[in-house]
């Protein structure tokens, strides 16, 4: 059975710096796109950032372009998303999640999509504050 298990959230001032990290177990040489979503308080769940099965291809959302950055390590089942110049509009759950599709789809940011991602992880906090 398949899990996404994501780490590395926490409490980080304005402008700070963090380093989110997710391992998909029950699987070897994952190349399915992962994607990093987030939900803040009392909003829907958005999309973040994708990467397809082999790093090859990437998607930003606009709200963090040029701030964030996903990568991935297909020999350690994993996925990172460096956040950089973090403000306060950043804080929100994090969740980690796999689509069923060796590329990002086009509609990858809607998770209400007929191809949204099949596999989540349980989410980890990030909070953005002085």
């Known amino acids: 059975q398949l899990h996404l298990v994501e780490s590395g959230g926490g409490l980080v001032q304005p402008g700070g710096s963090l380093r989110l990290s997710c391992v998909t177990s029950g699987i070897t040489n994952d190349r399915h796109a992962k994607a990093w979503f987030r939900q803040a308080p009392g909003k829907e769940r958005e999309g973040v950032s994708c990467i397809s099965g082999r790093g090859g291809k990437i998607e930003y959302s606009d709200s963090v372009k040029g701030r964030f950055t996903i990568s991935r390590d297909n020999a350690k089942n994993t996925v990172e998303l460096q956040m950089n110049s973090l403000e306060a509009e950043d804080t929100a759950v994090y969740f980690c999640?796999?689509?069923?599709?060796?590329?990002?789809?086009?509609?990858?940011?809607?998770?209400?999509?007929?191809?949204?991602?099949?596999?989540w992880g349980q989410g980890i906090q990030v909070t953005v504050s002085s």
């Open positions: 999640a796999s689509f069923d599709d060796y590329l990002c789809p086009t509609t990858w940011v809607d998770v209400k999509s007929t191809r949204a991602p099949v596999l």
